[in-house]
């Protein structure tokens, strides 16, 4: 099936400092992909929606200038948590899927997640 | 987009058969059903996906009535490895619709 690949999967920084994530997909085109933050013993919850060769899309309630998604190519979207403090701690996940906006039975891969700590 | 119901938690032994039931009473016409695994730091895993009726693979099965209100995924012969975050979900993703997750069961199978 179909891989994401993303990494870190552990990154440990201090606060004020910004954190760079990538996620990649490694044997298709992603023209969509997710990021997605989960706290402990929490569901997943939508953070944005990544689009090559335009601006993200973002939920509600998700800060846009905190954190910046960058999808330049069909295969590479990047998370920047920017000015990271404390509360930022935890657990993003980026999906994606080779036939969104094709079919309406898509299956998302998910990457393997990264743990943020900023202490 | 179809807001989903499912219990907060089971708990199992080893061997058993699992049935986790998934609510969800507003689904649209042209909206799949997809359950999704999920381990303690790991991104979450595809499990099943059905429209109607029944669908089965290697590792579980997936019934849906003909209403398609609810879903049940069914583990057969769980064992401690199946000890998990399962997630339903539901959606159409031919206009690029949005993978929003419910709870989830937090399964437990126990020797």
């Known amino acids: 099936g179909a891989v994401v690949s993303q990494h870190p999967s552990r990154v440990i920084c201090k606060s004020g400092t910004s954190v760079k994530i990538e996620c990649r997909s490694l044997d298709f085109q992603a023209t969509t992909m997710f990021w997605y933050r989960q706290f402990p013993k929490q569901s997943l919850m939508l953070m944005a929606t990544?689009?090559?060769?335009?601006?993200?899309?973002?939920e509600q309630g998700v800060e846009k200038d905190k954190f910046l998604i960058n999808h330049a190519s069909l295969t590479l979207s990047t998370l920047t948590v920017t000015s990271a403090h404390p509360e930022d701690s935890s657990f993003y996940i980026c999906?994606?899927?080779?036939?969104?906006?094709?079919?309406?039975?898509?299956?998302?891969?998910f990457g393997s997640g990264t743990q943020l700590s900023v202490l | 987009l179809a807001k989903t119901t499912q219990p907060i938690s089971m708990d199992s032994y080893e061997g058993q058969e699992v049935n986790i039931t998934c609510s969800h009473n507003?689904?649209?016409?042209?909206?799949?059903i997809t359950w999704y695994q999920q381990f303690p730091s790991q991104g979450p895993r595809f499990i099943i996906q059905g429209y109607k009726t029944k669908v089965t693979n290697e590792v579980a099965s997936l019934f849906i009535p003909a209403d398609r209100k609810s879903s049940t995924l069914s583990l057969p012969r769980v064992s401690l490895s199946d000890t998990a975050v399962y997630y339903c979900?539901?959606?159409?993703?031919?206009?690029?619709?949005?993978?929003?997750f419910g709870q989830g069961t937090e399964l437990s199978v126990k020797p």
């Open positions: 999906s994606a899927g080779d036939r969104l906006g094709v079919v309406a039975n898509e299956k998302l891969f």
């Open positions: 507003n689904i649209a016409t042209n909206d799949y």
């Open positions: 979900l539901v959606g159409d993703y031919l206009q690029g619709g949005k993978l929003i």
């Open positions: 990544s689009n090559e060769g335009s601006k993200a899309t973002y």
